[in-house]
């Protein structure tokens, strides 16, 4: 199966952990990636899960995310999925 890369989810939510505080997760579309792996999210949510009893959030619209404070990026796996069934049957009609 066709792997998928970073280009192939634009517009798809990710959820991002980063270095300064990795119990915090960036939840937000992703808008654009430039040459160098920086990541550029709009309608981004800030989810802290420090404390189980009442998590935190809050919302911080559009962010650039420097490639060097990513720690992981994850997205839901059925959308992940659909996308690479999709990749892979549009690639299957190309001639």
């Given amino acids: 199966m066709e792997e998928l ?10 959820y991002v952990t980063v270095t300064y505080d990795e119990d915090i997760v960036l939840v937000g579309k ?14 981004v949510k800030e989810q802290s899960n420090k404390n189980q009893k009442s998590p935190h959030q809050r919302m ?5 995310i420097p490639r060097d ?3 992981s990026i994850r997205m839901e796996k059925d959308v992940l999925a659909k996308k690479q ?5 549009l690639l299957s009609k190309v001639i």
């Fill in 60 to 64: 911080l619209g559009l962010v650039s």
């Fill in 30 to 43: 992703l808008e654009a990636i430039d040459a160098q792996g920086n990541l550029l999210i709009n309608f």
């Fill in 85 to 89: 069934v999709l990749k892979q049957d």
């Fill in 69 to 71: 404070t990513i720690v």
């Fill in 5 to 14: 890369s970073l280009e192939d989810i634009v517009g798809n939510t990710l």
